[in-house]
């Protein structure tokens, strides 16, 4: 069970990290791209990247705000 | 292009993550002795070489672009949070990490620890320069295994971080001091910017996505990244010096 935790903890600290936000817009964004693609869309290639940019400032403001 | 970059961000992930896990080497080879110390560097070399040797040539039977999918995903949450701790390092708003406190923590600790019961096995010292080295190194290894899947190129990345580890095990092993001086956050904001730009290039790609220019794009996107993190630091910078507002208004 020790090693069970350990393993669960390792990979929440992997991908969670300090904050969650940062696996949520990833995550977002991918799904997003990848719905867009499926449905016909043909120059999505800027929306991750607009995705990353702001999930990353949104993150920093929050780690800002005391 | 793409295998210089990929060579670069290995090589600097693998060098951050060596010196922090050169300094608690040190710290135990000093306190409890070498012995314990190279034994639990060796051992978790071992361990990591086995992981990458299993999972990088399994990770090649999936096909490229659902790899590239996932991969890029993981990479670019992993990035994310890199880049994260060194803009908030640089901008002030949290500690710079410092290796000579992480050193003098250590060696306390590992005195604290008592004699061994056996003097001919140090289990303590064994222990904590296994688990340093492995944890550290368990980061490295999942950029080696993904970097050189995704990429094609496993003998790249791993050539990269080898060198890396070897250039921290000589410096390091020479100056018998931790290596303080090397420029800790940078490294890491070159990383965070370089895991970022390829997870967000992988799962694009992944899913689809054609990049204008092709392969051109992975090298716009760090220069992207890195304004955007610049921007950041600078706004993190000013919030730290602007006045702090009192009750009546006064400055």
Redesign the interface.
Known sequence: MSWLRRFGA?WYD??V???WR??L???V??VG??AL??AGHG???WV??SV??V???I??RR??RP | MRDVLLFVGVLLACLVEAVEALTIVLAVGYTRGWRPAWEGVVAASAVLAATVALLGPALTVIPIASLR?VV???L???G??W???A??RA?G??ALHDEEAAFAEQTARARAAGEPADPARDWYGFTVAFKSVLLEG??VA?IVVTFGASQGSLALAVAAALTAVLVVVVVGFAVRHPLSRVPENTLKFAVGLLL?SF??FW??EG??????GGDA?IVV?PA??AV??VI?VA??RR?QVSPVRVEGGHA
């Open positions: 390792f992997f991908l990290g300090d904050d940062l696996l817009g990833a995550v964004g991918i791209v990848d693609v499926r120059a999505v290639w991750l990247p990353v940019v999930t990353l400032a993150s920093i780690a800002r | 999918l890029g995903g993981m670019l949450v992993f994310l949070q880049l994260r701790k803009i908030l901008g708003a949290k368990l980061e999942f970022t997870g967000t799962a694009a899913a689809g996505v054609h990049w204008p794009a996107l992207v990244y955007v993190a950041l706004w993190l919030e």
